[in-house]
């Protein structure tokens, strides 16, 4: 089965011999091609809705993988059992949805090996929110499908542990951690300039790993982000109650002109 660069760059980040829980599985394509190229023994597609899961299930019968792929109606991870998969899929959805999914199957998802996870919107939300619940991000890509662009995670449950720590106990490969802190021989987290708390601020908005990497996808879209803040600010210059806006957007403006400066080094 081929799939679309999105769908092929979640499939890319699941470590090969992991049972697979696919929530929110759509048409079953992702799981389908898990089992079927050896990436995944077992799959769980799952979607809340019936509609999709049906589809999802006519197609995982069509390839006659249906002793493989078991299709379960289910709001998130409810109808998973802890410990029944080592790797979450979670893709498509708003950041805000991924967060309320992940926080109500909290406990099952910090026993997972690993969380694949594609937000939709909301991206400094989301990092954030994997952040405070103790998820550690070790590797991102981003593609550029459609002229959209879509930001794929890999987080695993550090239980309050840093990404140094866990690559110390031998949890994630020590090159992804150190990335995800900005840690690699390319660090993302040197300007003197720059508090804490932007340079916190800025790898949940952009991602650390991305930066750490100078992903060039990412550098479009930084470039895009640019161009449409800059037009939105030459808009409300004449708008007199809009400052409030303004300074987010010159704020804005601002991480993104650091972010690629990290691309000139």
Do not use: W
């Amino acid at each position: 089965m081929e799939l679309s660069k999105r769908l092929q760059a979640i499939a890319d980040m699941v470590t090969t011999g992991s049972r697979t829980a696919d929530v929110g599985c759509d048409h079953g394509f992702v799981s389908i091609y898990l089992y079927e190229n050896k990436i995944a023994p077992k799959v769980y597609a799952m979607d809340l809705r019936e509609g999709p899961l049906q589809r999802a299930r006519e197609h995982i019968e069509e390839k006659g993988f249906s002793d493989y792929i078991e299709t379960r109606l289910s709001d998130g991870v409810e109808a998973l059992a802890a410990g029944e998969a080592d790797t979450l899929i979670c893709a498509g959805m708003g950041g805000r949805l991924m967060a309320e999914i992940l926080s109500k199957g909290h406990e099952k998802a910090a026993m997972m090996k690993e969380l694949i996870l594609q937000p939709q919107s909301e991206l400094r939300y989301f990092r954030e929110f994997l952040r405070q619940s103790g998820f550690v991000i070790v590797k991102e890509n981003m593609i550029k499908e459609d002229g959209k662009f879509y930001p794929i995670i890999k987080a695993v449950y550090g239980g309050g542990k840093s990404g140094r720590e866990m690559a110390s106990a031998g949890g994630e490969s020590k090159g992804e951690t150190e990335s995800a802190e900005g840690g690699s021989n390319r660090k993302v987290v040197s300007a003197d300039s720059l508090s804490g708390g932007t340079l916190q601020r800025i790898a949940d908005s952009f991602g650390s790993c991305l930066l750490a990497d100078r992903h060039p996808v990412l550098k479009e879209y930084l470039e895009m982000l640019r161009e449409r803040d800059e037009k939105i600010l030459e808009s409300l210059k004449s708008a007199g109650k809009q400052a409030v806006r303004r300074e987010e957007l010159c704020g804005e403006l601002s991480d993104i002109a650091y972010c690629l400066t990290l691309y000139e080094a």
